[in-house]
């Protein structure tokens, strides 16, 4: 037995040499800037968050230049996703999301949706800023950075049940 299976490992060994590098000609390797371009996350704690800060106010300019059309002018009527208000099971930032460090986090990454990654960090807090106070979550003259974007505390926060299951390996 020992002895068949020695054989298939050396056979498969024969058959299939380590691929050389580009052997399927496809992708190439990412560079460190690929790389650091992506490497954005930013954890609910506010690990990640950068450095800059922002207001309601540059929120409203901001939102509106860039956000509006797509979210409506107040953040509610759309055409797409509502993003203000709210009940259960209407799920918007101020009635469902757990952590607001995670307003940055998406909309850094994603928004706006046909421009991801065009906003300069400001512009990020200050639409965090907009939103979290469209959400009577904090008030219009709080600044957001990444020392009080972590300490705002979520309507939502403790709606969430873990799940005590242990991973499945
Ligand atoms: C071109 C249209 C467009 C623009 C402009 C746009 N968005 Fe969006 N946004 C979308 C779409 C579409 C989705 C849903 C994406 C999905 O579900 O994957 C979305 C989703 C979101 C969500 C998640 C909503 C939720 O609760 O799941 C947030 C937050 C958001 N956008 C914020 C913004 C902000 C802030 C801006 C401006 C900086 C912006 N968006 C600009 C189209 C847009």
């Known amino acids: 037995m020992g002895g068949v299976g020695l054989c298939l490992v050396i056979a498969v ?30 954890a609910p704690d506010g690990e990640g968050l950068p450095p800059g800060s922002s207001t309601v106010d540059d929120g409203a300019r901001v939102y509106g230049e860039q956000c509006g059309d797509c979210h409506g002018a107040e953040g509610v009527e759309g055409p797409y996703d509502r993003l203000v208000g709210g009940q259960k099971p209407t799920k918007t930032i101020g009635s469902y999301w757990p952590y607001a460090t995670t307003v940055f986090d998406y909309v850094r990454r994603t928004m706006p949706f046909d421009a991801p990654g065009s906003l300069s960090n400001e512009d990020v807090y200050a639409v965090a800023a907009w939103l979290l106070w469209k959400n ?34």
């Open 136 to 169: 009577n979550i904090i008030p219009a003259d709080a600044v957001m950075d990444r020392t009080t974007l972590p300490k705002v505390t979520m309507p939502n926060r403790n709606a969430f049940i873990g799940d005590p299951r242990p991973d499945v390996p």
């Open 13 to 42: 060994g024969l058959a299939y040499p380590a691929a050389p590098q580009g052997l399927l000609g496809i992708g190439s390797r990412p560079t460190d800037a690929e790389i650091a371009a992506i490497d954005i996350s930013v």
